[in-house]
């Protein structure tokens, strides 16, 4: 079964707009990363959040992580059409390798 | 290549027919899995690989479904007697040997079975 679970499954804003997409997980985790796809194909990274660490921010993006609640947030700032995508939180559990097990995704659409 | 490469990009087939998917990882990369992707949903883990290690296969759905390694390069995914439940994207990935790393990603291969 799958990991991480998404909410909401989509979210539709208007550009300049904050879009905030929020991850829980089941299992205790070393790190949880976020990526994006676009069009049903490759997966690309964005970001990735220690076990140990609160919040991290990249560029527009600002990522929490609350493990007493087993949640993490993704936070895009100013949005822009380029941003529409479907985004992804990955973990991997504490224990045994790097496997990385997928959530069930966010769908954002950035209208112009 | 710089990055994860898959072959074929699309594949029709017909059901009951085998498919054999291939995946060239990222030189050096150690760790390398197979995802199954169904229209409109999330990432299903099929198989993971870590260097020398017996990969983990908790999550090929049948028997139909296998995969193979050579040592830390290429890998095939195989499906046998393919049922149209298995139409899909098929995405592979590899990551370095390293804690705290991403995945690197390919385009993946669209499986139509008809």
């Known amino acids: 079964s799958q990991q991480g679970e998404e909410d909401p499954q989509a979210l539709s804003i208007q550009e300049g707009e904050n879009a905030t997409m929020n991850c829980s997980y089941k299992t205790s985790i070393n790190n949880l990363q976020w990526y994006r796809q676009n069009s049903g194909r490759g997966l690309v990274h964005l970001i990735l959040i220690r076990s140990n660490e609160r919040e991290k921010h990249s560029g527009r993006l600002r990522v929490t992580l609350d493990t007493s609640k087993k949640s993490s947030s993704l936070l895009i700032t100013a949005s822009r059409a380029a941003d529409t995508a479907s985004y992804f939180c990955?973990?991997?559990?504490?224990?045994?390798?790097?496997?990385?097990?997928f959530g069930t995704g966010t769908r954002l659409l950035v209208s112009p | 290549g710089a990055g994860v490469s898959q072959s074929p990009s699309n594949k029709v087939t017909e059901k009951g027919k085998d498919v054999e998917l291939r995946c060239d990882p990222i030189s050096g990369h150690t760790a390398l899995y197979w995802y199954r992707q169904r229209l409109g949903q999330g990432l299903e883990f099929l198989i993971y690989f870590q260097g020398n290690s017996a990969p983990d296969k908790s999550g090929l759905p049948s028997d139909r479904f296998s995969a193979e390694r050579t040592g830390e390069s290429v890998s095939t995914l195989t499906i046998q007697r393919t049922q149209q439940e298995d139409s899909a994207v098929y995405l592979c990935?590899?990551?370095?040997?390293?804690?705290?790393?991403?995945?690197?990603f390919g385009q993946g291969t669209r499986l139509t079975v008809v």
């Open positions: 990935a590899s990551s370095p040997p390293l804690d705290l790393t991403e995945a690197f």
């Open positions: 990955a973990t991997d559990a504490e224990t045994g390798f790097q496997k990385l097990v």
